[in-house]
C-alpha cells in the first residue's frame, strides 16, 4: 500500500524552462515529477531525488551541491478516487512537499517506461498552464514567478 505523504520536484534550468513528463496510464496527463515516500520514516529530500532519478534519470548526487531545494511548501488534496486502490482502506487524502531541482541543459533525461512515456522543456508559464493538477502548476508559478 502506498503511503499518503509524496514529494513533487520541479525540474528546471537557468533559462526558467521547466520539464513535464507524461504519464503511460493516462493520455496528455503532464506534470513534475511525483512520488511517495517508500517508508513513513523515509527523509523527504531523499525520496525527491530518488523519485528523479527513478523517473527520468538524473542522478541529484551528479549535480552541484543545493541544487535540489525544499520549497518549504506542502499541500494537501484529495487522492483521485481511480487511483484509492492503491492506499489503504479508507485513506482519501494525501500530503504532497515540494521541492524544486536546477538542472543544467544539456541534462540527459532518461524516463522510465512503465511510468512515463514523454517529456518536453516548457517556458514555465506554458508548462504551469500544461499540468494535469493545479497544484502543480501552482508549485512551478511559485518557484519560478519570483525569479524572473
Known sequence: MKIPISVLV??????????????ADKTNFWQSVTGSLDAIDEDLA????????????IDVK???VNSLQNMRHQIEYEIYPRWRHRYAPGVTRN????????????VQITLAPREHVAYQ???F?????KCFSRSNGEAILQLLSAST
Open 10 to 23: 520541479v525540474i528546471y534550468q537557468s533559462n526558467g524552462e521547466v520539464l513535464l513528463i507524461e504519464r
Open 125 to 129: 508559464e506554458e508548462a504551469a498552464s
Open 46 to 57: 531523499l525520496a525527491a531525488a530518488r523519485e528523479v532519478l527513478e523517473e527520468t534519470g
Open 95 to 106: 500530503t504532497e512537499h515540494w521541492f524544486s531541482l536546477m538542472v543544467p541543459g544539456n
Open 62 to 64: 551528479s549535480l552541484p
Open 121 to 123: 522543456w516548457l517556458p
